[in-house]
């Protein structure tokens, strides 16, 4: 069954977020003031597991072998039925 | 008012997308099949607005000015109160 399966990783609380703060730099020099401005990355697969708990299972070991750093990284994982 | 502001942004339909590629072609060395894999950036912004509909227009603002490229990506934004 086919799955797609929705990657979210950010950084852990407590990482400095340069990229953030550059961002929310140069969003206020354009006149947009904000409170707090965090970056994540998504990452959308369709994967053959299954069912719902394996495409669950996949996906978090495809983020601790590549696609997250556990040192810094946290990732959340929504899987979809197709 | 404070909202909570999420935006993500992709590549629009059709764009080459080499980092995907790259990253769908490791998992695969790693042993992992993917049917297909597509990239985003996710940025969450906490901000000042009278209303929703005032936080979603800085949103797209924000967008247009600064955040993407309108020639070839498309960003979707969600406004949560708080």
């Known amino acids: 069954m086919k799955f797609n399966v929705k990657i979210t990783i950010s950084l852990k609380g407590g990482m400095l977020d340069p990229e953030a703060r ?18 994540a990355r998504l990452f959308e697969i369709a994967l053959e597991a299954a069912d719902e708990q394996e495409a669950n299972a996949k996906a978090a070991e495809m983020c601790e072998r590549l696609l997250a750093n556990p040192v810094i990284h946290s990732y959340t994982i929504e899987v979809a039925g197709q």
């Not at 929310?24 to 401005?37: C, D, I, K, M, V």
């Open 22 to 39: 550059a961002i929310q730099h140069a969003l206020s020099n354009l006149g947009f003031e904000t409170e707090s401005l965090s970056t």
